[in-house]
């Protein structure tokens, strides 16, 4: 062989390493880092996921951290609505992690990340991870705020209600997925955020269940935010916990995660 | 099966292998019954007018649908398991980029998702966009999101390139830098087939150029073939019961029609032809014509079934 033709290149271009496939069909940490830092990066996300429960907590319990909800004996009011916010926060940032696919498919990033080797089931697993990285960050932002105004209680009740906050709030992720499929618009998330602060009112986010009317108590319990919300205060106020809410937050899960698999598959169904 | 298959390489290999593919939308053929084979390190251009069908078989080459019927192979695997280890890739029309993330990043990120991939800044500096990898790609023009484009295509050092319409809203000189880095990238000995309905791209930088219409290749040839075979006159002229056989015999004659009263001769000596017409019949009226390639162009991809003055090339379908 004199000269390499472009045809012997091309074959030994192709024998220069054996291809594989990625592992895991391309999930992997540094693209689930990047994809949190571009979410932060976003002004309006940090305002709805951190500023705007931080505020509500300072406005509603800040004035009266220590009182009781309900006479001696009851819960304090500070612990009682930082959980309830940290809730929040975590709901909102799930929601917008998941509802993340309805940006890149109006912006077409769904269809050039199809040319690369990830697999459409890596892809909603990041957006996943990514919804869950974003929910604790705010469940943590809320807890060290509310630490700094002033709320105390015992170590397991700050364990125990964070985690229940933070994985309670799969409920959103799988949300914001089925919304972010749903809806392949750029601003989804104009949309959903209002819809999530009436849901979270209605579910007893920003008052207490107990004292809400009759029919507004049984609206509650058919509420997404009702179980998790229940669940995430329960170390604080020692209720049982009851059926309701597991079967509320179990519920929710399902009809969710469900209905994103759905138009999941649909949308990556190759026509 | 309309075109016939150049033989595989010698390591049996076709870079594309389109065997009678037909990809239907409803009651629209997009692409019908194509056979197309491109071998390695060719550099093809897919040329047609909007709408022909260049689109879609790109998209069923990339795995992104599937034809109705018919096999398309790269490199011999189906297209989604090329896709998976990075045989193939593409800069496409429609692949959208995220406004929130630099361009450094983006390429970072997507060079994750490959089990090999070249380093981020060789492809940035080989798509010509070094010096902007911290600018957020929402601030990038059109022309530096595609060479984005190109450069994640660039990251799996894929076999073969497929690059759909890729220099569609640049300007001149976006146009003629985007081309320059695919030139010396395609030097590497890389396949590169590109979509375009700009006849000057196919003419400078194709080594072949595969006409399509209506979901048909209608014309498939070196550029050197195609640009021979355009560069023609027509010689037209008025000549009842003209002599067919003795037209045909003239040196230098590609083909005559006869329609009703009038002739016409195609063929590379329009002077010999028009002085026998002249000189030896009763022709009058004599007109000729120059073609170009854009004349064939527009012969073989406009839309009426039986284009007038159809230039025949050799390989062509239908």
């Known amino acids: 062989m004199t000269t390499a033709t472009p045809k012997a290149v091309a074959a030994a271009l192709a024998a220069q390493h054996e291809r594989r496939v990625p592992p895991l069909g391309g999930l992997n940490a540094t693209f689930l880092r990047l ?237 | 099966m309309t075109n016939p298959t150049p033989p595989p390489g010698p390591d049996g290999l076709l870079a594309v292998d389109i065997r009678g593919v037909t990809k239907r939308f409803g009651p629209v053929t997009a692409v019908d019954d194509m056979t197309l084979s491109i071998e390695p390190g060719e550099i093809v251009a897919f040329l047609g007018p909007n709408g022909a069908g260049k689109t879609t078989t790109v998209d069923m080459m990339l795995g992104l649908s599937r034809p109705n019927a018919g096999i398309v192979r790269i490199y011999g695997r189906r297209p989604v398991d090329a896709v998976a280890r990075g045989e193939v890739a593409a800069v496409m029309q429609t692949g959208g980029l995220l406004k929130d993330l630099t361009v450094a990043e983006t390429v970072r990120l997507t060079s994750t998702l490959f089990a090999h991939s070249r380093p981020v800044d060789e492809v940035l500096e080989r798509a010509g966009i070094s010096e902007i990898g911290n600018r957020l790609v929402g601030k990038c023009s059109g022309g530096q999101q595609q060479r984005l484009r190109f450069a994640l295509a660039l990251l799996s050092d894929p076999l073969l390139m497929v690059l759909d319409e890729p220099t569609s809203g640049m300007d001149v000189e976006g146009r003629r830098d985007f081309w320059a880095a695919i030139r010396e990238d395609a030097e590497r000995g890389r396949t590169v087939m590109f979509a375009t309905h700009y006849l000057d791209e196919a003419d400078s930088y194709a080594d072949r150029i595969v006409l399509i219409r209506s979901g048909r290749i209608v014309a498939d040839g070196t550029t050197a073939e195609i640009k021979a075979m355009a560069s023609g006159r027509s010689v037209r002229a008025t000549l009842p019961d003209a002599d067919t056989a003795a037209l045909s015999a003239l040196s230098g004659v590609d083909d005559v029609e006869v329609r009703g009263d009038t002739v016409i001769v195609r063929g590379k000596d329009s002077d010999g032809v028009a002085r026998y017409l002249l000189t030896q019949t009763r022709a009058r009226d004599l007109e000729i014509t120059t073609h170009n390639l854009e004349d064939a162009f527009l012969a073989l991809t406009s839309d009426d079934e039986a284009p007038a003055g159809a230039i025949p090339l050799e390989r062509t379908a239908s």
């Not at chain 1, 993340?100 to 077409?108: F, I, K, Q, S, Y």
């Not at chain 1, 007893?204 to 269940?209: T, Y």
């Open chain 1, 35 to 271: 994809e949190v830092r571009r979410s932060l990066r976003n002004r309006r996300t940090l305002i709805f996921l951190f500023v705007f429960p931080v505020v509500l907590f300072a406005l509603i319990a800040g004035p009266q951290i220590n009182k009781h909800i309900d006479g001696p004996g009851s819960p304090s009011i500070g612990p009682y609505i930082m959980i309830s916010m940290a809730v929040y926060g975590a709901m909102v940032a799930c929601t917008s992690g998941g509802a993340m696919v309805a940006t890149e498919r109006a912006l077409g990033w769904s269809r050039q990340l199809r040319l690369t080797p990830l697999r459409p089931a890596a892809y909603v697993a990041t957006k996943l991870l990514t919804a869950m990285v974003l929910g604790l960050i705010a469940v943590l932002v809320m807890m060290v705020v509310g630490a700094l105004f002033g709320v105390r209680m015992p170590a397991h009740i700050w364990v125990l209600s964070g985690l229940a906050a933070w994985l309670g709030a799969i409920v959103f992720a799988a949300f914001g997925l089925f919304v972010g499929y749903l809806l392949p618009a750029e601003n989804a998330m104009q949309f959903i955020g209002p819809l999530l602060g009436i849901m979270a009112f209605f579910g007893g986010l920003f008052q207490p269940v107990s004292t809400m009317g009759h029919s507004l108590q049984i609206i509650a319990k058919f509420m997404p935010v009702y179980g998790v919300g229940v669940l995430a205060r329960s170390p604080l106020t020692h209720e049982s916990v009851d059926a309701v809410a597991i079967v509320n937050m179990l519920a929710w899960v399902v009809v969710f995660g469900f209905g994103a698999m759905l138009l999941f598959r649909r949308d990556t169904k190759r026509v």
